[in-house]
């Protein structure tokens, strides 16, 4: 099977209108964005609670023993971490996992 550049996949100009590849596309560019849109708020949210409890990113990675970089990938957005690093950084910000129906 032949493998198909990133790029390629999500440009919309390569693809013929209305073919299997377009909407392959589109759907991945949509689910891309949709996952891009959850890390970043939630990123967003613990950066927010760490700043207000006045905690650094080296004094949170010492309380969680998760490594001060990835603590910053997740505050930007740029990291899709587990449940389980989440979890431990939801206790070290006194903050609680919620899931809900929609």
């Given at each position: 099977?032949?493998?198909?550049?990133?790029?390629?996949?999500?440009?919309?100009?390569?693809?013929?209108?209305?073919?299997?590849?377009a909407r392959f596309s589109k759907a991945l560019e949509?689910?891309?964005?949709?996952?891009?849109?959850?890390?970043?708020?939630?990123?967003?949210?613990?950066?927010?609670?760490?700043?207000?409890?006045?905690?650094?990113?080296?004094?949170?990675?010492?309380?969680?023993?998760?490594?001060?970089?990835?603590?910053?990938?997740?505050?930007?957005?740029?990291?899709?971490?587990?449940?389980?690093?989440?979890?431990?950084?939801?206790?070290?910000?006194?903050?609680?996992?919620?899931?809900?129906?929609?």
């Amino acid at each position: 099977m032949a493998t198909i550049a990133y790029d390629r996949v999500i440009s919309k100009k390569k693809h013929a209108q209305g073919s299997d590849l377009a909407r392959f596309s589109k759907a991945l560019e949509k689910q891309l964005q949709d996952e891009y849109e959850i890390t970043f708020s939630l990123g967003q949210l613990l950066l927010t609670r760490r700043q207000e409890l006045q905690l650094s990113q080296s004094e949170l990675a010492d309380e969680t023993g998760i490594p001060q970089a990835d603590i910053s990938r997740i505050e930007c957005g740029k990291s899709n971490p587990t449940i389980k690093t989440v979890e431990k950084i939801l206790d070290a910000l006194d903050l609680k996992l919620i899931v809900t129906n929609k």
